[in-house]
């Protein structure tokens, strides 16, 4: 089998779930960092016109909850009981839900963008790690088994945890144990521990 992850020249964000995903799988893949420039030319070609793109045997599959499911289920890292793999569907979902809502501060002052993103923070962000934390067993969202939901919630708390977002401080999370426990566990897998330290 043939397969690369195709994405920015940056390990964040959805690129880096997908990259996580392949490596603790076990999976070799040729990991392929676009420029913006190499991206415009390539944008088209996509099936959803964003990346990531995962290329298995020549066929393209978009969309970073479709491939972390993809791999996740081939590999034993989701839930083989359909409903506990609905519930891990409905929490990636909830990250990208995460994403959408962060105030981007287009068109406002940073007065504004900071007063907009500490409401956010006190407000809508708080309300999702409360209810995100109901549903961690710990460390990991199923108990002591990693799985495709902890991944993709480890890649945006690391984002946040790391003061990526201004005006959203990291101390936000001091409140959520259970999400802090998720991230350091996550972290301290071999494989995510070993693909992150050759970043450095
Ligand atoms: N729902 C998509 C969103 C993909 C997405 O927005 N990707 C961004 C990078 S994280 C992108 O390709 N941006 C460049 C563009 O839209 O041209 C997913 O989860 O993969």
């Not at 040729?30 to 088209?44: D, H, M, T, V, Y």
């Not at 990636?92 to 007063?115: C, F, H």
């Not at 991944?151 to 945890?161: A, D």
Request: proline letters at 6%; a neutral charge.
């Amino acid at each position: 089998m043939t397969i690369s992850l195709t994405y920015f020249d940056f390990d964040g964000s959805r690129g880096l779930e997908c990259r996580l995903a392949l490596t603790v799988a076990g999976l070799p893949f040729e990991n392929i960092r676009l420029s913006r420039e190499q991206w415009a030319a390539l944008k088209p070609t996509t099936p959803f016109g964003a990346l990531p793109i995962l290329n298995v045997d020549g066929r393209k599959l978009a969309q970073s909850n479709a491939i972390l499911s993809y791999i996740g289920r081939g590999h034993g890292l989701y839930p083989a009981d359909p409903w506990q793999a609905a519930q891990t569907d409905a929490l990636l979902q909830s990250v990208e839900d995460l994403r959408a809502k962060l105030p981007e501060g287009k068109g406002m002052t940073e007065d504004e963008k900071k007063a907009a993103r500490e409401a956010f923070a006190a407000g809508w962000l708080s309300q999702w790690a409360t209810t995100v934390s109901d549903q961690i067993a710990g460390p990991f969202v199923a108990g002591d088994a990693l799985s495709m939901a902890d991944i993709k919630l480890f890649v945006i708390l690391r984002s946040y945890l790391s003061g990526t977002y201004d005006h959203v401080s990291p101390s936000t999370f001091d409140r959520f144990p259970k999400l802090l426990a998720l991230h350091a566990a996550v972290a301290a897998h071999p494989a995510v521990r070993g693909y992150l330290d050759a970043l450095k």
